[in-house]
C-alpha cells in the first residue's frame, strides 16, 4: 500500500488538476448512468410493461408529474432526457479517454526520466552492486506495470464514488433491497479476499520470473560466441524450456485467480438472486414489482463490485513491481554522488585543472564490509601533475581498484585521496571527472556512426580534429578505408570492429577530450605490437602536457614512464622508475619482468 501510495502522490505531483477534472468526469458519467436507473421506473410504466406506482416511492415522486402527462409527450420527455444524458456521458467519456492516455504516457515518460536520471547520478559502488538486467527490467517492463496499477488505482477510486452516488440513487428506488444487494456485495468481497492475496503471490512471482528471464537472455547474448564456440545451445536452450514452462504454468495460475474470482461473483450473484426470487414469492407474497425492482437494481450496482474486485486482484498483482520500483528510486536517492543534486549536465561544469599532483593517503578499502581482508590496504600514492605514472601488479592486485578511489568513483573506507594537496570533497567530483578521459580494459563504443561516437565527448569538435585524434591513437588509417569512412555505423557495442580496432578509436575519443589527465587500463593490450609501439610513443609525448596514469600487464611498455607503482595483494611494495625497480634483484617488478622475458623467448 505503501508503494501505491508513493507513486500515487508522484502521479499528482505530475498531473496536478487535470487529474481530479478526469475523476470529477468519471464520476459525472457514474451519475449520469445513475439517473438511468430512475429513468427506467417511469419509462417502464409508460411503455406499460409494468405499473410502477411511483407516488409509493418517495426518492421518485419528482417522477411521478412524468407519468401524469400524455403517454406521448411523457415518452418524448424521457427519450430526450436519455438522448442528451447518453450523448453527455459518451462526449465526457471521450474526452477524458483521450486525456487520460496523455497523462497516462506522459506519467510513464516522467517515472522512466525519473528513475534514469537518479541512477545516472547514483554513485559508482551502488550501480556497480546492481544486477544490470535488473535495472533494464525495472526500466522496461516493470515501469508499465507500476504506471499501469497506478491508474488502476486511480480507477478504482472513481469506481468507489460512483459505485456510492449509484447506491444512494438505487436508494431513492428501493432503500431496503439496496441495502440487500450491498450485504450481499460484502458478504461476496469478504469471501474473495483470498484472491486478492493470491494476485499479489502471483505478482510477486512474475516479477521474478521477469528478472531471471532478462538476465539470462543478457548473459545469452553477452556470451554468445562461448555459447557457439563451447556448444552450450543445448544448456542454454533448456534454460529457456524450463523458465518458458514456469511463466506459462504462472499465467495461467493468474488467469485462474481471475476467472475464479469473475466466477464466484457470478454464482454468488445467481444464488442469490434464485433465493430472493424465491423468498419473496414462497414467503412473503412480494409483488412482480419488487421482484422487477431488485433485478434492475442488481443488474446495475453488481457488475461494479465485480469490476472493484477486479481492480483490487489488478493492483495486489503489481504490488511486487509497486515495491521493487519504489526501493530502487529510494535507495538510488540515497546514493546519489552529489546529494541535492538535480542537474545531469555535465556541460556546466568546468573541468578541474591538476596542478600538483594527484595523491592517495593511507588508503583502506574493500568492497564487503563483511569481509576481513582489504582489497586495497595502507596505500600511499603520490601521482605527479604531467607526468607518466604506470601502475602495475599480478592480477587482482587492485589496480584498477586503486584507479576507480583516484577518479572518485568510489570512496575509501578510510584514508584520504587529495587533489593538489585539498581532500577530494563531493563537490568536485565531477569537476575531476570532467578532466579525466579514461580507457577502460573492455572499452564501449555506442551503436552508431564513428563520428557520433567520438563527437559525444566533444560535441564542439571538428572534423579535423577528429582526424588528429585518430592519428594520435593509430586509428585513421583503418577508417580511412573503411567504406563510408568517420560515417561507418559500427555495430553493437562496436562488435564490427576488431578488439584492437576498438581500443584505437576509444583511445581516439579519450585524447578528443583533450584532458588534463588521460587514463589508460590496459588499454592496448588487445593490439599488434607495431601500433602498440606506435601508441606508446604517443602516449610519451604527452608526458609534460598532460598526467598520464597507465596500468599495463606488457612491462616492456611502460619503460619510459616516469615511476612505477607495484601492487602486491593490495599493497604497495615498490615504487620507483623502470631501471631503477628491475635492478632490485629480490623485488616484485624484478620477478613479474624475469617472468614475461622467460615467455617472451
Ligand atoms: N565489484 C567488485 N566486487 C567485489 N570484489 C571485487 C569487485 N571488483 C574487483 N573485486 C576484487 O578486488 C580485487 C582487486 O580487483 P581489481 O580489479 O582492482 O584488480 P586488478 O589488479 O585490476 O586485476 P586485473 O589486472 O585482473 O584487472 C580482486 O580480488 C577482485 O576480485
Known amino acids: 500500500m505503501k508503494s501505491l501510495l508513493y507513486f500515487t502522490k508522484k502521479l499528482h505531483a505530475y498531473a496536478g488538476k487535470i487529474l481530479y477534472i478526469n475523476l470529477f468526469g468519471s464520476i459525472l458519467i457514474g451519475l449520469l448512468d445513475g439517473i438511468g436507473i430512475l429513468l427506467l421506473a417511469p419509462l417502464l410504466s409508460i411503455i406499460g410493461i409494468v405499473d410502477i406506482p411511483l407516488n409509493d416511492f418517495p426518492g421518485l415522486r419528482v417522477l411521478y408529474a412524468l407519468q401524469e402527462l400524455p403517454k406521448d409527450r411523457a415518452l418524448l420527455i424521457i427519450l430526450g432526457i436519455y438522448i442528451i444524458m447518453v450523448s453527455g456521458q459518451s462526449f465526457i467519456g471521450r474526452n477524458i479517454g483521450l486525456r487520460e492516455i496523455r497523462i497516462h504516457t506522459g506519467f510513464i515518460n516522467h517515472i522512466r526520466l525519473e528513475i534514469y536520471r537518479t541512477l545516472l547520478q547514483a554513485n559508482w559502488g551502488f550501480i556497480m552492486k546492481k544486477r544490470k538486467s535488473d535495472l533494464i527490467n525495472s526500466l522496461t517492463g516493470e515501469l508499465g506495470r507500476v504506471t499501469n496499477s497506478t491508474f488502476v488505482f486511480l480507477q478504482l477510486l472513481a469506481s468507489i464514488v460512483f459505485t456510492a452516488i449509484q447506491i444512494g440513487l438505487a436508494m431513492l428506488i428501493s432503500f431496503?433491497?439496496?441495502?440487500?444487494?450491498?450485504?450481499?456485495?460484502?458478504?461476496?468481497?469478504?469471501?474473495?479476499?483470498?484472491?486478492?492475496?493470491?494476485?499479489?503471490?502471483?505478482?510477486?512471482?512474475?516479477?521474478?520470473?521477469?528478472?531471471?528471464?532478462?538476465?539470462?537472455?543478457?548473459?545469452?547474448?553477452?556470451?554468445?560466441?562461448?555459447?557457439?564456440?563451447?556448444?552450450?545451445?543445448?544448456?542454454?536452450?533448456?534454460?529457456?524450456?524450463?523458465?518458458?514452462?514456469?511463466?506459462?504454468?504462472?499465467?495461467?495460475?493468474?488467469?485462474?485467480?481471475?476467472?475464479?474470482?469473475?466466477?464466484?461473483?457470478?454464482?454468488?450473484?445467481?444464488?442469490?438472486?434464485?433465493?430472493?426470487?424465491?423468498?419473496?414469492?414462497?414467503?412473503?407474497?412480494?409483488?412482480?414489482?419488487?421482484?422487477?425492482?431488485?433485478?434492475?437494481?442488481?443488474?446495475?450496482?453488481?457488475?461494479?463490485?465485480?469490476?472493484?474486485?477486479?481492480?483490487?486482484?489488478?493492483?495486489?498483482?503489481?504490488?511486487?513491481?509497486?515495491?521493487?520500483?519504489?526501493?530502487?528510486?529510494?535507495?538510488?536517492?540515497?546514493?546519489?554522488?552529489?546529494?541535492?543534486?538535480?542537474?545531469?549536465?555535465?556541460?556546466?561544469?568546468?573541468?578541474?585543472?591538476?596542478?600538483?599532483?594527484?595523491?592517495?593517503?593511507?588508503?583502506?578499502?574493500?568492497?564487503?564490509?563483511?569481509?576481513?581482508?582489504?582489497?586495497?590496504e595502507a596505500v600511499n600514492v603520490r601521482i605527479p601533475a604531467n607526468s607518466m605514472t604506470a601502475i602495475v601488479g599480478q592480477s587482482g592486485a587492485g589496480k584498477s581498484t586503486l584507479i576507480d578511489l583516484l577518479m572518485g568513483l568510489m570512496k575509501p573506507e578510510a584514508g584520504k585521496v587529495l587533489v593538489d594537496g585539498k581532500e577530494l570533497a563531493n563537490a568536485d567530483l565531477l569537476s575531476l571527472r570532467k578532466s579525466i578521459s579514461y580507457v577502460p580494459q573492455d572499452p564501449f563504443l555506442f551503436h552508431g556512426s564513428i563520428r557520433d561516437n567520438l563527437i559525444m565527448i566533444n560535441p564542439n569538435a571538428s572534423e579535423e580534429q577528429m582526424w588528429e585524434a585518430m592519428e594520435f591513437s593509430s586509428a585513421a588509417e583503418f577508417v580511412q578505408k573503411l567504406p563510408r569512412g568517420l560515417n561507418t555505423v559500427i555495430g553493437d557495442r562496436g562488435v564490427r570492429l576488431s578488439g584492437g580496432e576498438r581500443q584505437r578509436l576509444v583511445l581516439a575519443r579519450a585524447i578528443l577530450r583533450k584532458p588534463s589527465i588521460l587514463i589508460l587500463d590496459e588499454a592496448t593490450s588487445a593490439l599488434d605490437t607495431v601500433n602498440e609501439t606506435k601508441i606508446q610513443e604517443a602516449?610519451?609525448?604527452?608526458?609534460?602536457?598532460?598526467?598520464?596514469?597507465?596500468?599495463?600487464?606488457?612491462?616492456?611498455?611502460?619503460?619510459?614512464?616516469?615511476?612505477?607503482?607495484?601492487?602486491?595483494?593490495?599493497?604497495?611494495?615498490?615504487?620507483?622508475?623502470?631501471?631503477?625497480?628491475?635492478?632490485?634483484?629480490?623485488?616484485?617488478?624484478?620477478?613479474?619482468?624475469?617472468?614475461?622475458?622467460?615467455?617472451?623467448?
Not at 542454454?236 to 495460475?253: F, G, M, P
Not at 498483482?317 to 541535492?340: D, N, P, T
Not at 610519451?540 to 598520464?548: D, H, I, Q, S
Not at 596500468?551 to 631503477?580: C, E, P, S, W, Y
Open 176 to 376: 431496503k433491497m439496496t441495502l440487500f444487494v450491498l450485504g450481499c456485495g460484502l458478504v461476496i468481497a469478504l469471501l474473495s479476499k483470498r484472491f486478492i492475496r493470491k494476485s499479489r503471490d502471483l505478482g510477486t512471482v512474475m516479477t521474478d520470473l521477469a528478472q531471471s528471464y532478462l538476465a539470462g537472455i543478457t548473459d545469452h547474448f553477452n556470451g554468445m560466441k562461448d555459447i557457439k564456440s563451447n556448444l552450450l545451445e543445448s544448456s542454454r536452450y533448456r534454460w529457456l524450456v524450463d523458465w518458458s514452462n514456469k511463466i506459462a504454468y504462472e499465467r495461467y495460475e493468474n488467469s485462474k485467480v481471475r476467472s475464479n474470482s469473475q466466477l464466484s461473483y457470478k454464482l454468488f450473484s445467481t444464488l442469490m438472486i434464485a433465493g430472493f426470487i424465491y423468498g419473496s414469492v414462497t414467503l412473503f407474497q412480494h409483488q412482480g414489482m419488487s421482484l422487477l425492482l431488485i433485478l434492475v437494481i442488481f443488474s446495475r450496482l453488481w457488475p461494479r463490485f465485480t469490476g472493484i474486485q477486479s481492480n483490487m486482484e489488478n493492483i495486489a498483482g503489481s504490488i511486487s513491481a509497486l515495491k521493487a520500483l519504489m526501493e530502487l528510486q529510494e535507495e538510488c536517492f540515497k546514493a546519489q554522488e552529489l546529494q541535492g543534486a538535480n542537474g545531469i549536465d555535465g556541460g556546466a561544469i568546468m573541468p578541474l585543472k591538476l596542478e600538483q599532483n594527484l595523491e592517495c593517503q593511507q588508503v583502506y578499502f574493500r568492497y564487503d564490509q563483511h569481509q576481513p581482508d582489504y582489497t586495497l
Open 539 to 601: 602516449i610519451e609525448k604527452l608526458k609534460g602536457r598532460m598526467t598520464v596514469i597507465v596500468i599495463a600487464h606488457r612491462l616492456t611498455t611502460i619503460r619510459n614512464a616516469d615511476q612505477v607503482i607495484v601492487l602486491d595483494k593490495g599493497k604497495i611494495v615498490q615504487t620507483g622508475q623502470f631501471g631503477q625497480l628491475s635492478e632490485d634483484k629480490k623485488g616484485l617488478f624484478n620477478t613479474l619482468l624475469g617472468n614475461q622475458l622467460q615467455v617472451a623467448l
